[in-house]
């Protein structure tokens, strides 16, 4: 259902090459621009009511494919969009709904595990999205070839598949989605036992604590969950950048129109394949920070490499380093936020708040790379990734430092953590 979602949220660029710039203008001053924007509000906005709603009680299984249910079916009327403005007005609803989807499956993996296994399977989860994210500009290329079936243009038939595609992971979904380990009725009372054991061993919170007004504005409160949004809006923000730019960019270096979407697709697999190995190793040593930061040095240089390397194998060899650093970067912040809070409510309100985060970096990346930069090759907003992978290194150094500092503190027998004797801070 992610990978869908991410399909769905980030093909107007396949869209834009397949016919859709032709018929509805969408290249015409800053309306793509308005497009991509307009998602991000109400995703943001639906983050955290859409896991308040789960905290409280609404089944994981019934509440997360309807979202994806719905997202699948406003996808589908994409394609029967006569004018810019009723692409824009369907982006309104459909940011709505993925918000709802996102946020909720990170709080549910990261009820199931403990914190030193929680990376690889949020790595699992994501990447195995960006997989399939990977191979939508392949698929879309696919689809965009059924122009003239039933008289519909190719563009058309991008959004019309992806949303049939969607519905179908959705229908799945009602079948597959589990509830939260507390509740989990296909659970033996042995397998049970050993949920919540290795639970407790680390976090002491597998009972599921109320959920509030009150507690949740306490938690809103707590500085580390806000530092940890700043890292993912940074993290997100290229991410999202190269999602609705790359293929443009690849066919400003002279690339056709079907070689810019094939050739958007490797960069994507690469990230996979380090995305996972940075999941699996950094449950090894336990620590999340140093991986982050390489992680954003790697895309930094990545970005540079784009926007100044001399020659067309050079600058894609540098949207593979850019791509590979902020994909691997977007699991391990989740991860990180959600191994230094205690407590299910404090989980919820961490994963919407880190996912909303990602939301403004959407915006600002929509913004930021406008289609008067496209002869020069975007080169204002590869500056502002540059700027992003930046303040992942001042901040993640702070956050290190100061969990280190908690840590010391603790062992000492000096401080109580998260409101628990045995709690350390993950580095």
Same mark, same amino acid.
Request: aromatic letters at 14%; glycine letters at 12%; a positive charge.
């Given at each position: 259902?992610?990978?869908?979602?991410?399909?769905?949220?980030?093909?107007?660029?396949?869209?834009?090459?397949?016919?859709?710039?032709?018929?509805?203008?969408?290249?015409?001053?800053?309306?793509?621009?308005?497009?991509?924007?307009?998602?991000?509000?109400?995703?943001?906005?639906?983050?955290?009511?859409?896991?308040?709603?789960?905290?409280?009680?609404?089944?994981?299984?019934?509440?997360?494919?309807?979202?994806?249910?719905?997202?699948?079916?406003?996808?589908?009327? %994409?394609?029967?969009?006569?004018?810019?403005?009723?692409?824009?007005?369907?982006?309104?609803?459909?940011?709505?709904?993925?918000?709802?989807?996102?946020?909720?499956?990170?709080?549910?993996?990261?009820?199931?595990?403990?914190?030193?296994?929680?990376?690889?399977?949020?790595?699992?989860?994501?990447?195995?999205?960006?997989?399939?994210?990977?191979?939508?500009?392949?698929?879309?290329?696919?689809?965009?070839?059924?122009?003239?079936?039933?008289?519909?243009? =190719?563009?058309?038939?991008?959004?019309?598949?992806?949303?049939?595609?969607?519905?179908? @992971?959705?229908?799945?979904?009602?079948?597959?989605?589990?509830?939260?380990?507390?509740?989990?009725?296909?659970?033996?009372?042995?397998?049970?036992?050993?949920?919540?054991?290795?639970?407790?061993?680390?976090?002491?919170?597998?009972?599921?604590?109320?959920?509030?007004?009150?507690?949740?504005?306490?938690?809103?409160?707590?500085?580390?969950?806000?530092?940890?949004?700043?890292?993912?809006?940074?993290?997100?923000?290229?991410?999202?950048?190269?999602?609705?730019?790359?293929?443009?960019?690849?066919?400003? %270096?002279?690339?056709?129109?079907?070689?810019?979407?094939?050739? @958007?697709?490797?960069?994507?697999?690469?990230?996979?394949?380090?995305?996972?190995?940075?999941? %699996?190793?950094?449950?090894?040593?336990?620590?999340?920070?140093?991986?982050?930061?390489?992680?954003?040095?790697?895309?930094?240089?990545?970005?540079?490499?784009?926007?100044?390397?001399?020659?067309?194998?050079?600058?894609?060899?540098?949207?593979?380093?850019?791509?590979?650093?902020?994909?691997?970067?977007?699991?391990?912040?989740?991860?990180?936020?959600?191994?230094?809070?205690?407590?299910?409510?404090?989980?919820?309100?961490?994963?919407?708040?880190?996912?909303?985060?990602?939301?403004? =970096?959407?915006?600002?990346?929509?913004?930021?790379?406008?289609?008067?930069?496209?002869?020069?090759?975007?080169?204002?907003?590869?500056?502002?990734?540059?700027?992003?992978?930046?303040?992942?290194?001042?901040?993640?150094?702070?956050?290190?430092?100061? %969990?280190?500092?908690?840590?010391?503190?603790?062992?000492?027998?000096?401080?109580?953590?998260?409101?628990?004797?045995?709690?350390?801070?993950?580095?």
């Amino acid at each position: 259902m992610y990978g869908c979602s991410l399909i769905d949220r980030t093909n107007l660029p396949n869209a834009r090459l397949a016919g859709m710039d032709r018929a509805l203008g969408t290249n015409l001053g800053d309306r793509y621009s308005i497009i991509t924007l307009v998602f991000f509000i109400p995703y943001i906005l639906c983050e955290i009511p859409g896991n308040y709603a789960l905290k409280r009680g609404v089944h994981p299984r019934l509440w997360l494919p309807s979202a994806t249910l719905a997202f699948g079916i406003i996808m589908l009327c %994409f394609g029967f969009a006569n004018d810019w403005s009723v692409i824009a007005g369907l982006r309104v609803p459909l940011g709505a709904f993925e918000g709802i989807l996102f946020p909720g499956c990170i709080f549910l993996i990261s009820s199931w595990y403990p914190p030193y296994a929680t990376q690889k399977r949020i790595s699992s989860f994501y990447l195995g999205g960006q997989f399939l994210g990977g191979f939508g500009n392949i698929i879309a290329y696919g689809f965009s070839t059924m122009a003239g079936l039933s008289g519909m243009q =190719g563009w058309q038939w991008i959004f019309i598949m992806f949303g049939v595609v969607t519905i179908a @992971s959705a229908l799945i979904g009602y079948l597959l989605v589990p509830n939260f380990p507390a509740k989990a009725s296909f659970l033996t009372p042995e397998e049970l036992e050993y949920v919540q054991n290795r639970i407790n061993v680390d976090r002491h919170d597998f009972e599921e604590e109320k959920m509030n007004v009150r507690i949740a504005l306490k938690h809103l409160g707590n500085w580390k969950i806000w530092a940890m949004g700043l890292l993912f809006l940074c993290s997100t923000l290229p991410a999202y950048a190269f999602a609705y730019f790359l293929a443009l960019i690849l066919n400003g %270096f002279g690339f056709s129109v079907r070689d810019s979407q094939l050739l @958007s697709a490797p960069p994507y697999l690469a990230a996979i394949l380090v995305g996972m190995g940075v999941g %699996f190793l950094a449950d090894k040593v336990k620590m999340r920070g140093p991986f982050i930061i390489f992680g954003a040095l790697v895309s930094m240089t990545g970005s540079l490499i784009v926007g100044y390397g001399n020659g067309n194998g050079v600058r894609y060899f540098g949207s593979f380093l850019a791509v590979i650093g902020c994909q691997s970067n977007i699991p391990t912040v989740m991860s990180w936020s959600v191994n230094n809070v205690r407590g299910y409510g404090a989980r919820a309100i961490s994963s919407a708040v880190v996912i909303g985060g990602g939301g403004i =970096g959407g915006i600002i990346a929509s913004v930021s790379f406008r289609s008067i930069d496209a002869p020069t090759g975007y080169r204002p907003g590869l500056w502002t990734t540059v700027a992003a992978q930046l303040t992942i290194v001042i901040v993640s150094t702070i956050l290190m430092l100061y %969990f280190k500092r908690q840590n010391d503190q603790a062992k000492r027998g000096s401080k109580v953590l998260e409101g628990h004797s045995s709690f350390l801070y993950t580095l």
